[in-house]
């Protein structure tokens, strides 16, 4: 029998809460031919598989009172708002929302007057009954679909049961009260949930729909960035947006990338510079070469990545999640036990005791209003998402709340040297020429001597593509030495030994010092250092010519600018252990081990060797990172608890736990403060919930708390958690503070 299952995913609208999110979860969940589905309150994306239809689930989501966002599926092919709208302009463009603001108007009078006061009259029952007509049929219809669809009790069943209750006792003005506060509390907390949404939404909006296409001919011409293609050539000019992934072929600009990589200073861009989509031209005009399709970008990359990353949740979410589903169903037992124990065995009064709240059915009411579990539930999403939003934001992207809680408990972090630590490509770190008058390695010192050297060399390896020769050719040029010679004419390499050339018709070599001991005599002190070059892990190129020894220049791979920094924040954060892992041989990292500052160092390792250093670790001290680029170090950070990589390639992006859009090490005590600062939040967030709600549990029982301040108080509190999570979205640590000054 064939398969005929499909998968999909739609956009469901209208949500305000994660307890809404779990009904039309629940409701898609009972359809004949739904094999799985799971619905993301803060992405809105409902993702089923089975053979039913789609057109089936998207009736039965509008059937519970919901919608679907029809096309754009809100991913990088969709278009937002640039600001949210204003809470009032929110909630006047709900229905539901509307009526119960025209109730407000109609209920206030009554609240003041009877609940206030202690007034009596007719008039004010009477306009309590037509703010219940406004707000009551939505909150009924909510609990009807609730119980029949998806078979369960649900909060618009316990506003109900309340409502219902309260009027049966006489509380009219209290029974529109609960109902008219509910739907506003609802609507802002829609509102809350809807900020929070469109701050990755917004990310969107850093790339612009249109572009600048250049014809083979020279003519320029207007066109969507979707229609581009890898090839294409399109012009960028000053102050724009970059609208697509490019190679610079023409063109000199400084580039503000930071919407892209979180950096805060500008990056000099010359032809054959990687342009990312999103980034901020300066002052030059660009012609860029298009290298990936719209859908494609590092940014697009970007959004998907956190779009997913929402909807893995964190072991405290989903353990909230899994308490809520049974919470409701005990919620109306115990109020039903609290209504009927007392005057059945205790004979108390069940109707009205020496006031109208001392009666065992009204407090068992306002337990019902106060117990409503939306400030439990919403409390750890938001505060997760807004935590990951702001990652996103500083160039960080955190594939889950399961990694932001793992990078709260670290306990120690493992960096890769090469390409991690280092900046993993050679530098020139010093030069002896033979006719410098001090009398060792000058590092970068700029003696005639050492400038001639330098010049030499880059004259020959101008041509070379070898790592060596294009860090000889970096450092002549960063010293303004590469146009003081001319180019080198009968350039040939020497395999094994180095690359000869004539230099304004002077022979030239540039060879290891291997064959210059067997080939080119030296003096026995530029040998030594030589050989003490060697020994400690930097690589001596020696250059001579027309056959005479003229010096040498001596090259390492270096730390990276910010390792030093990074490493001290990192141990000031408290972490037990900040660890090395190398394949160098031991004398070169132990230097560069007391150049960073780690804690412990182990070198010359396999990668498997890696993976078992990675391990013995987890078994010290419990939670480990491991930092590395991504690539070769897949398995050891597949192997620990968390996994970062520097650099924002695709392979990166994708192996990685967290990943860094940039090379700046700074960023990882940045998120790791960030994380622990998201776990104190949730446990705020969490213990003011529950609080909140036994004060008030407490206070009905004892026939101290009126109804509506109950739902007044559950709302607020919902509120208060909410906002309490979203301050993470500007979260500034002080390392972030020192990363933007630079």
């Known amino acids: 029998m064939l398969n005929n299952s499909s998968e999909f995913t739609i956009i469901v609208q209208g949500m305000d809460c994660a307890n809404c999110a779990r009904a039309v979860e629940t409701g898609v969940a009972q359809l004949s031919g739904v094999q799985s589905c799971e619905l993301n309150f803060t992405t809105e994306r409902l993702q089923v598989r089975g053979t039913i239809s789609r057109e089936q689930v998207i009736q039965r989501v509008r059937d519970l009172g919901y919608e679907v966002a029809e096309g754009a599926t809100l991913r990088s092919e969709s278009r937002v708002a640039a600001t949210p709208p204003t809470p009032p302009a929110f909630m006047w463009a709900r229905p539901v929302t509307r009526l119960a603001l025209m109730g407000a108007m109609l209920m206030l009078p009554g609240a003041i007057l009877h609940e206030l006061l202690g007034w009596e009259a007719p008039w004010i029952d009477a306009l309590a009954l037509a703010a219940l007509a406004l707000t009551i049929g939505p909150v009924v219809r909510g609990a009807w679909r609730g119980l029949i669809m998806n078979r369960g009790l649900n909060i618009h069943a316990l506003m109900t049961i309340a409502t219902i209750g309260a009027m049966f006792i006489g509380a009219t003005i209290e029974a529109a009260m609960i109902l008219v506060l509910f739907t506003i509390g609802e609507a802002l907390e829609g509102y809350t949930a809807t900020r929070a949404r469109h701050v990755i939404k917004s990310l969107i909006e850093v790339v612009p729909p249109m572009a600048i296409r250049l014809d083979p001919s020279g003519g320029e011409q207007q066109v969507a960035v979707s229609t581009l293609r890898i090839g294409d050539r399109i012009l960028v000019r000053p102050g724009e947006r970059i609208p697509i992934d490019g190679l610079l072929h023409a063109g000199y600009s400084m580039v503000n990338q930071a919407p892209i990589t979180g950096e805060s200073r500008l990056i000099e861009k010359e032809p054959g510079a990687e342009l990312f989509a999103g980034s901020i031209n300066g002052e030059g005009s660009l012609e860029v070469t298009v290298t990936h399709l719209a859908d494609d970008t590092t940014l697009a990359r970007m959004i998907r990545l956190v779009e997913e990353a929402q909807e893995r949740q964190a072991p405290v979410q989903r353990f909230i999640d899994r308490f809520a589903r049974s919470y409701t169903p005990a919620v109306i037992l115990l109020a039903l036990l609290v209504a009927l124990v007392p005057p059945l065995f205790f004979n108390q009064p069940f109707w009205h005791g020496a006031t109208e709240s001392s009666g065992w059915l009204y407090r068992a009411l306002a337990l019902l209003v106060v117990a409503c579990p939306c400030a439990l539930v919403i409390s750890t999403p938001v505060t997760l998402v807004s935590a990951m939003s702001a990652a996103a934001r500083s160039g960080v992207l955190i594939k889950g709340g399961l990694f932001l809680e793992q990078l709260s408990k670290l306990r120690a972090i493992a960096f890769d040297k090469t390409g991690t630590l280092t900046s993993g490509h050679p530098t020139v770190v010093a030069l002896r020429a033979a006719a410098c008058p001090a ?22 390896e101008r041509r070379s593509e070898h790592p060596l020769a294009h860090a000889i050719t970096l450092a002549s040029a960063a010293r303004g030495l590469d146009t003081r010679l001319p180019r080198a004419e009968a350039v040939t390499a020497l395999v094994g030994r180095g690359v000869s050339g004539q230099v304004g018709g002077r022979g030239v070599l540039v060879g290891s010092h291997r064959h210059f001991d067997s080939a080119i005599s030296h003096d026995a002190a530029h040998c030594r250092a030589a050989h003490d070059d060697a020994a400690g892990g930097h690589t001596p190129v020696m250059v001579s010519v027309e056959g005479g020894y003229c010096g040498t220049i001596t090259l390492a791979d270096t730390l990276r600018p910010t390792s030093r920094e990074a490493i001290a924040q990192l141990r000031a954060q408290g972490l037990q252990a900040v660890v090395m892992l190398t394949g160098d041989q031991r004398s070169t990292a132990e230097r560069l081990a007391s150049e960073v500052g780690v804690t412990e160092l182990q070198a010359e390792l396999l990668p498997a060797e890696k993976v078992a250093a990675v391990e013995l670790l987890q078994r010290r001290y419990g939670s480990v990172a491991m930092v590395g680029d991504g690539i070769n170090d897949t398995p050891a950070l597949a192997a620990a608890n968390v996994g970062i990589a520097i650099g924002g390639t695709s392979q990166a992006m994708e192996t990685a736990d967290v990943t860094l859009m940039s090379d700046d090490l700074r960023r990882i005590p940045f998120v790791i403060g960030l994380s622990r600062a998201a776990m104190e939040c949730v446990k705020v967030n969490v213990a003011l919930s529950i609080l909140i ?29 909410t906002l309490n999570g979203m301050r993470l979205l500007g979260y500034r640590s002080e390392e972030q503070a020192k990363l933007r000054r630079g």
């Not at 700029?446 to 010049?455: G, K, N």
């Not at 549990?697 to 739902?711: D, T, Y």
């Open 439 to 460: 009398t060792s390695a000058t590092p970068l010192g700029h003696c005639a001597a050492c400038d001639e050297l330098l010049a030499l060399a880059g004259a020959v």
């Open 693 to 721: 709600k036994l004060v008030f549990l407490v206070l009905a029982l004892l026939g101290q708390s009126s109804m509506w301040m109950a739902v007044l108080a559950d709302t607020g509190t919902s509120l208060l958690v």
